[in-house]
């Protein structure tokens, strides 16, 4: 499978020192990067017995999942009872 990325500069140059220190290019340094990502996701969600793993590890687990959303919400009392009589 072919995958085009666009990567900022800063993090470019990073991507070629690093792969240049590893004595690779770097499309295989960042096949491996994903590759590496991608076997600790299926650690986390497929090879561990879900009965085996406490709650918190449970929870770490889902909360990895899903990155922090840094959206706004309305939590006013007044957005929350709007259109009620009171």
Known sequence: MN????????????LRQQASARGVDIATFVQEIVAE????????????????????????SLIRLHPPSHGQVDDSRE?????RDA
Not at 3 to 14: G, R, Y
Not at 37 to 60: A, C, D, F, N, Y
């Open 3 to 14: 995958v085009s990325l666009s990567f900022p500069n800063e993090i470019e140059t990073a």
């Open 79 to 83: 957005s929350i009872y709007a259109g």
């Open 37 to 60: 990502r991608l076997h600790e996701v299926q650690e986390e969600t497929l090879e561990t017995p879900p009965s085996g793993r406490s709650l918190s590890e449970k929870l770490q």
